[in-house]
Structures are given as C-alpha cells and as structure tokens.
C-alpha cells in the first residue's frame, strides 16, 4: 500500500468496524445491532450470514421497518472446519459487515459506495484491485467500466456457481458482484485469476437480489429489489495492517500469543504444524466464548454438539503443542478482553463462559486419556493397517483426527484405511444433515404457499391417540410433492392429527400413518406456524395428497413421555417447597426415556435436599392426586396462581395443567390423568450448567426400570468379579483403592531410589571448568518427580557447579530439570530461562526458580541434541 496514504487511513479491526458501520450511517442506513448466534430461523442451527435476520424481509414475509440497515454481524460456520488455521482466511468465528437495502436503492449506488469506501475511505489503492460480477449482468459490468472507472480487463464475468447468489431451488434470487484485492500486482493483469488464493482475496460482496425462481426454473423479476452485502472484517484487517493471514491480525493473535505463552512458545519461531495447533486455538476460542455467551450449551446434539465439538479441538490442539494440563479459561479471558467493547455480553456471561469451559475441557481431557489408550489397543492388534472404521471412532468418539491418526501409526510402520475413515465419515454426514449448515428459504416459502390452499391442523392428541386424516400436503426435502413412493424421507401435512408436535420441551410423538396404498412410519412431528409436519419415510407403496389415513401414535411411547412430563411438574413443586420458593424453571427435556429440567438456582443442591426431592415427588405419585385440565385466559390462570416458564410465549388463550394441592402450570403437553400412572421417579444426577442454573435429570415411570435393570446387572457383575455379597461392593472397591495408592506410592518410592543410585554414578561424569563442576546426562525412564531429586542430590554432591538432567519417563514426554549453585548463578545463568529454552529443542517448554527449574516436551528424538546443546552453553557460559 502506498505509504503516502497509509498514515491516515484505519488499521486496526475495531476502527475498521466502526467506520463501515458510520460511513453507511451517514448515507441514511439504521445502524442495527448484531442478531444471536442462536437464530430465530428454525431452519439454521446457528447464524452463519450476515443476512439472517433479514430472512423474513428478503421473502416477503415481514415489512422492514427500515428502508436501509447496516451491521456487523458474528457468524459461526464449521463445515470448512478442517481448514481453519491451514489456510490464510478459513473460520469458524467471524465478522461480516454489511449494509442493506429493502427495495430502496440498488446496484448502482451499492457499487458506488463499496467502491467509495474500498478506495477513498479505506485507501486501497484501485490498481490492486479486481471485480467480478455474472456473466449475464451487463448492467453490473457497465457501472463498473463507465461510472466507476474500472479498467475492462479487470471485471471477470463468472458463472452462475460463483456469481449468483440463490436461496434455493426456488425463491428470492439474484447476480452478485465482488471486489478482490491483489497482493501481486506485479505479476500483471494477463492472465488473473481469482481462484488464485495466494495472490487474490475476495473481501466484499454484493448481491443484487432481483428475481424470484419459479419451480421450473423461470426467472421473473421482483416487485422489490434488495441489495445483500457483506465485507469480511477479518479479511479487511489483513489487507489493511498487511499481514499474512486473517491469524495474524489484532482480531485474533493476541488470543493467539495468550495460548503460545502457556508452554513457553514464540509464533514467530515455530515450525508450521505448531502455528497450525495455535491458529485452531485462537479462532475456536473466539468462536466459543461467543456461542456460550448466546445462551447455548455443550451437548451431544444440534448446535450444543457445534460447540462441544469446537471445545476439545481446542483442547486437543493445546495437547499438540505441549499443553498438559487445563489452560483454556486463560485463553478465554484474552478472546472475552478484546470483544468486551463491541459485545458486552461476553464480559456479563463471564462466569457462565468460564464454568462450561472448565466443565467441558476436564471432560474431555478424561476422554482423551481413554482414546489414547485405545489407539495404544489398535496399533496393538493391527500389524500392518488400521481400519477406517477404527479411525473414525477415534475421530468421532475421542476427538483424534484422521491427521493425527496417521501420524501416530506411521510412527509405529503402520497405515491407515484413508478411503475408509472417509467412507464411515460420508455416512455420518448422511445422518447430520439436519445440521441445516446452509440458509434455506424454500421450506418456510413452500409452507407460505401452502397456507393459502391448506387450512391449519387441528390436535385430536389430547383425547384420541387414532384418526382418520387427510393428506392435505407432502414435503420431500423443503419441496412441495403431488405423491412420494416407497424409501422417500417425507414431511406431511394433514387436516387433523393425534400426533403431538415437539414443543414446550416435549418430543414430538411417533407412530404410523396407513392407507389403502401406503404405510409411512413417522419418527417425528414439528410445528411450523399452524402446521404440524410427519416427519418420516414411506415404508411401502405410494402415498399421494388427498389420501385419506389412518393416523396412529405409538401409545407406549406416549405413555413414557406423559410419565416424564407430570414428573418434571411435580420435579418443580417439590424445588420449590424443599429448596426455594422462588424457583423457576430455566428449560427442560421430555424424552421417552428420560427427563431433563432447568431451574434458577444460586447453588448446588446438598445431597440431603436431592433425597428430599425425590422422595417428595414419590409421596404425591403415591398419593394419586387426579389432574385438572382446562383452558382459560391467562390472566385468570395466573391469578389462580399458575406457573409459567420465564421467557415463553404465551397466546390470550393457554391451558392449564392442575394437580390441586401439589401443582399449576401452563402447558400445551400431554400428561397422565392421575399421578398414580406415573409409577416411580428417580433422579440420576444434578449438575450445574450455567451460572445461576442447575439441571436435574431423572427418569419417570418404565423408564425407572429400564434403569434400574442396567444399574442391577452392573452391581451383579461387580459381585461376581469380587466375590462378594452386592452390599459389600463399596467396601471392596474402598479396600482396592487403598490397595492401589499403596502399590502407587511404593512403586514410586522405588523410582526414586533407584533414580537416586542411578544418580550417584554419575558423579564421576563431571567435567570440571575451573572451581565449578558440570554434569549433563540423560536417565533413561526416569519420572519427572524423581528426576528432580536426583539433580538436586548431584548438585549437592558436587558443590559448585550446574547439573542438567534429561529423561523420557514415557513414550512421546520429555522430562528436563536443571540445578543451578549461586556460583553459577553468580555468571547470569538461571536455571528457569536455562531449561526453558532448552526444552524448546524437545517441542516444549518449562522454567522454575533461578536454582532449580523443571521443562518438558513431546519429541524425544531431540533430548540428545538438547542435553547435547545444553551441555555447550554451559561450558560456554562458564568457562
């Protein structure tokens, strides 16, 4: 950039933010706050486009209430996630900034703009700079040439994959236009090409969207143009401060210098793997410590399996480069430091931040250790390859990726099943795709279309698990169907169901739909608007619309869901009368196998008040206390004191669930009539989730002895194997454990022992530099611990003079330790700084206090050259 215009222009990634959000605010834009990373679309798990929130508008569906709005909105995107910090500008946490237009102005004062504040604003000089736009849109390609002043050879037409911009098959549509900056102008202008990565950058794109597509294809224009952009902050913050990657930049390589510090790395000197491990840190930090700061929770399922998934790369990257022990709430607080000002939060969710951080980092540190050992079993029993299937369990299941892998066996002389590992991983995407990682307007726009030819679906559900139905629509993936055969995924629609749809934290039911024709069995039911969708696959023949089926839940099913609902009712009468009375649930989960319920509570319950709990909703499911079920409006339901759930919506008109005497509550869900049928209930665990919230999980009814047959054969086996009554079990394994830490602590005694007569006969080794004495050796196998004390024995036996030990105590640890007299401390040398840098040599890193100081690292095919160099400067330093 020239340096005649850089001393004005904006660098840093906040005042870039800052002046895109004012450059469209003083040309009439309304500056609107970033939305959730938790979308109000169902069809997204997570918000992963500037344009989201604007959905609605773009399809009509919503009047703006602004003509012009602008934002800079966080996104989270993971399905490039293998090549985030592999290469310059991948993320999974970023920013985009855009300016929007809903049938205001369009592509001539948008492309007027963006280049306005590309080249006067910013200063990027306009001979860096390339435009593409589609190759059908000559308006585009003319303001270009004509009103801007592009040069002709630097506008690309591109085709329809990369310059048109679609919402779906069908729906709002349009041509796009970006402008890419060049790094290397000097290589000329003859043969650009924009999918050259090294050399181009895409950095703003602007979609003109003007069309809406037909289901055969046709294109007709919009009654109202819309103008989409989006500039990538992280990419303008590389462009603008010059640097090699978005990493690099003051968005994220403090996060970056936070994790490299831990194990006593500089970026600057590491090989290209270990700045890989550090970018992966810096980015998932970012992108966790927002999406735990938007409400959303570690979890095997959805966008809570996003962030659990993100978390342990994290921690498996931080294992990579030396980390051992728990280290990413220190990196956090750095990711939380730098966005507090732009989202505040963050620093407000700091200890609901911190808390899940910590849960889940120690979690999965204990699963790493049993996938570790589990690789150790396979490289065990395959001679020569490990099959894709194990790979991938290692990858799914521990977090190993298939990289990783590989490296290990290779290690060993082995390989890997790569075709495989990438076969059972195509066939879990197969399963994930309602993952939704994509914007998808056509299934809410073909539910728009069928509203206004099919009525709403009325629930028989309350009252009548069977009924003859219509088939008044069918969906196969988002796209409205006259018939669907056997094997077809489905969503259908009909006129009147007993199927309850998922809502208030209860599953939609299952079951089967049968008609003259067709059999579909239906594995869960949504609700969209006043429809509820079947969700389900055609088992056998055709079904078409207008069929008429019967419509019948799996009964067995909906009995455990009823149990699990009443006893979550009674879970939260029981909180309030024994623990607090200002209780209030937080969220919850009906399962037909469990129940899992969410409460506002300041502390961890006692195991005293757990029992009482439990055994107060025993005593009411014991007492058979009939159910009083009524609809009223909400006013009179909440003056006779009935509970809602802080955040829900709630229409004019709401039912009410009332056990007199024990517990109200609004609630569209089914219950039992009478607490007798619920049986047992029976709490498994209670945990904290968040701050100031608490999970109770529990399972009611059959469930119950589904769990306690588990439980029992688990207690039979243990007895089996100790040949002891089941009672005396505790006591054995109590035994066993003392057993164990004996054995532990006299193995351990031994090491140091024999570490201690293995020390000695090194005294002679010794070399003598003046007055003092230096010894530099390497014992095989010795622990860390016992390493110590033998330095320390040495340093002592040879009075003044330097000691530096090495060992490998175990396969892929290096073990260092240096003791230091005041003599030689006395010529500037400390033993912390000493073997610190010393460890680097190993992949590691370490320090201590100037006389005695402890390092480790990962690559002991280094510890000779280390103790090898170590030994140098001592002798250098000393003599």
């Known amino acids: 950039m020239p340096t005649s215009q850089s001393q004005s222009v904006v660098t840093r990634g906040a005042d870039i933010r800052k002046t895109f959000l004012e450059f469209y605010a003083e040309r009439q834009h309304k500056i609107l706050p970033s939305a959730s990373l938790v979308p109000e679309d ?81 200063q990027l000089p306009a001979e860096r700079l390339v435009v593409s736009v589609f190759r059908e849109d000559d308006e585009a390609f003319a303001i270009w040439r004509d009103q801007v002043g592009v040069p002709p050879h630097r506008i690309l037409r591109m085709d329809e994959e990369d310059n048109f911009w679609t919402s779906g098959p069908t729906g709002p549509c349009g041509p796009c236009s970006e402008i890419y900056y060049d790094f290397h102008p000097e290589l000329g202008d003859q043969h650009i090409d924009l999918e050259d990565d090294s050399r181009f950058i895409e950095f703003y794109n602007l979609v003109f969207m003007q069309y809406n597509r037909d289901a055969e294809g046709n294109l007709t224009p919009l009654q109202k143009q819309n103008i989409d952009t989006g500039l990538g902050l992280e990419r303008m913050a590389q462009i603008l401060q010059q640097k090699p990657n978005n990493y690099e930049t003051d968005l994220i390589f403090p996060i970056i210098e936070t994790a490299a510090k831990i194990p006593g790395l500089d970026y600057a000197q590491c090989d290209e793997p270990t700045q890989v491990s550090l970018k992966v840190i810096g980015d998932h930090v970012r992108a966790v410590v927002h999406m735990i700061a938007d409400g959303i929770a570690a979890s095997n399922v959805g966008r809570g399996y996003i962030l659990r998934r993100l978390i ?11 980390i051992e022990g728990a280290f990413v709430n220190q990196v956090a607080e750095t990711a939380i430091a730098l966005s507090e000002s732009v989202y505040p939060n963050v620093r407000e969710r700091e200890t609901a931040i911190k808390g899940e951080l910590e849960r889940e980092e120690a979690r999965f540190l204990e699963t790493l ?16 390859q490990i099959s894709g299937a194990d790979a991938f369990v290692l990858y799914d299941t521990y977090g190993f990726p298939l990289e990783l892998t590989q490296e290990i066996a290779e290690e060993q002389g082995l390989t890997v099943d790569a075709a495989g590992f990438e076969t059972e991983m195509e066939q879990q995407r197969q399963r994930s795709k309602d993952a939704h990682e994509t914007i998808d307007l056509t299934a809410q726009g073909s539910l728009d279309v069928l509203a206004e030819h099919v009525h709403s679906t009325s629930f028989l559900g309350y009252t009548d698990p069977v009924s003859t139905s219509k088939v008044e629509a069918i969906l196969v993936e988002g796209i409205s169907q006259s018939a669907a055969a056997a094997g077809t995924a489905v969503q259908i629609v009909m006129d009147q169901t007993p199927f309850y749809a998922e809502s208030g934290g209860q599953i939609g039911d299952r079951g089967y739909l049968s008609g003259d024709n067709a059999v579909i069995r239906v594995e869960d039911v949504q609700k969209e608007s006043d429809f509820f969708l079947h969700l389900g696959r055609v088992e056998r023949g055709t079904v078409q619309v207008g069929d008429h089926v019967t419509a019948q839940i799996d009964r067995a099913c909906r009995r455990r869901a009823m149990a699990n609902h009443t006893a979550t009712h ?26 899992r319920f969410d409460f506002n509570c300041p502390r961890a319950l006692t195991p005293e008040e757990v029992q009482q709990v439990e055994e107060q909703v025993n005593t009411w499911i014991a007492e058979g206390h009939g159910a009083t079920v009524a609809e009223m409006p909400i006013e009179e339901a909440k003056k006779r004191g009935a509970i809602a759930m802080f955040g829900e919506k709630y229409g004019a008109e709401v039912r009410v669930i009332d056990f007199p005497g024990v517990s ?87 090491k140091s022992e024999l570490a201690v007569v293995k020390s000695d006969q090194l005294v002679n080794d010794a070399e003598a530099i003046g007055d003092l004495k230096v010894l530099v050796a390497e014992m095989p196998g010795v622990a860390p611990d016992a390493l110590k004390t033998a330095a320390e024995r040495l340093q002592q036996k040879l009075g003044e003079g330097a000691v530096v030990l090495g060992s490998v105590p175990e396969e892929g640890k290096v073990s260092l330790v240096a003791a230091f007299s005041p003599q030689v401390m006395e010529q500037k040398l400390q033993a912390g700084k000493f073997i610190g840098a010393i460890a680097k040599l190993c992949g590691g890193g370490g320090g201590g206090r100037p006389n005695l100081a402890q390092a480790g690292g990962r690559d002991a095919a280094k510890l000779p050259e280390a103790l090898a160099t170590a030994k140098q400067q001592l002798l250098d330093a000393l003599g």
């Not at 342990?312 to 030396?322: A, E, Q, S, T």
């Not at 570790?372 to 029993?381: G, R, T, Y």
């Not at 607490?675 to 009814?701: H, M």
Request: with cysteine; net charge neutral; proline share 3%.
């Open 664 to 750: 109200m509550e609004l609630c569209g869900g089914t219950h039992v009539s009478n607490t007798a049928e619920i049986g047992l209930f029976k709490i498994i665990s209670e945990t904290g989730v968040a701050s100031g919230i608490r999970r109770i999980e529990g399972v009611a009814g059959p469930a119950v002895l589904d769990y306690l047959n588990v439980r029992d054969a688990v207690v039979r086996d243990l007895s089996e194997r100790f040949k002891v009554k089941p009672e005396e079990v505790p006591d054995r394994i109590t035994s066993l454990q003392a057993e164990l830490k004996s054995a532990q602590k006299e193995r351990e005694a031994l």
């Open 42 to 122: 169902p069809t997204v798990l997570l918000t992963i486009a500037g344009m989201l929130q604007f959905k609605p508008i773009f399809l009509g569906q919503r009047q703006a209430a602004v003509d012009r709005a602008t934002t800079s909105q966080k996104c989270i995107r993971t399905n490039d996630i293998e090549n985030v910090g592999r290469t310059a500008r991948h993320h999974t946490f970023f920013e985009m900034l855009g300016n929007f237009s809903f049938g205001d102005y369009f592509k001539e004062q948008a492309i007027a703009w963006a280049w306005e504040l590309s080249t006067e604003v910013f």
């Open 570 to 595: 009674l879970l939260q009468a029981a909180l309030r009368k024994i623990v607090d009375d200002n209780i209030s649930q937080a969220g919850s989960l009906v399962a037909f196998d469990r129940m």
């Open 369 to 384: 250790e049993r996938g570790e050992k589990l690789l150790a079993e396979i490289l065990a029993k395959h001679p020569q």
């Open 312 to 322: 342990r790369r994290v921690v498996r990257h931080g294992r990579l480069i030396g």
